[in-house]
């Protein structure tokens, strides 16, 4: 069965409706091409790399074996 993560940077951010930031947190499936988007929203990148962080915790994963799984996904394909 292949991996969950959930990973976020900076550049995972979109202008809101009412003007201010919001960032997002990607869901990557270890092989697949491209990723989804967690439904939540954050207000700071911090926050959104917070909740990713607790996520992976969950899995018992450390920053490496994210970054493995998102660097599998990319090596199939382009994110969506």
């Keep these: 069965m ?3 993560a959930y990973y976020t940077n900076s550049g995972m ?3 809101m409706p009412d003007g ?3 960032y997002t947190v990607a869901i990557v499936e270890e092989g697949a091409t491209g990723y989804w ?3 939540d929203v954050f207000f700071t990148p911090e926050a959104a790399k917070l909740f990713a962080d607790e996520q ?3 899995y018992g994963y450390t920053d490496e074996d ?3 799984i998102v660097a ?3 090596k199939v394909g382009v994110t969506q």
Excluded: D, K, Q
């Design 2 to 4: 292949a991996r969950i």
């Design 13 to 15: 951010s979109h202008l």
């Design 20 to 22: 201010t930031m919001g």
């Design 37 to 39: 988007i967690h439904s």
């Design 56 to 58: 992976n915790t969950l």
């Design 66 to 68: 994210v970054l493995e």
């Design 72 to 74: 599998s996904s990319m």
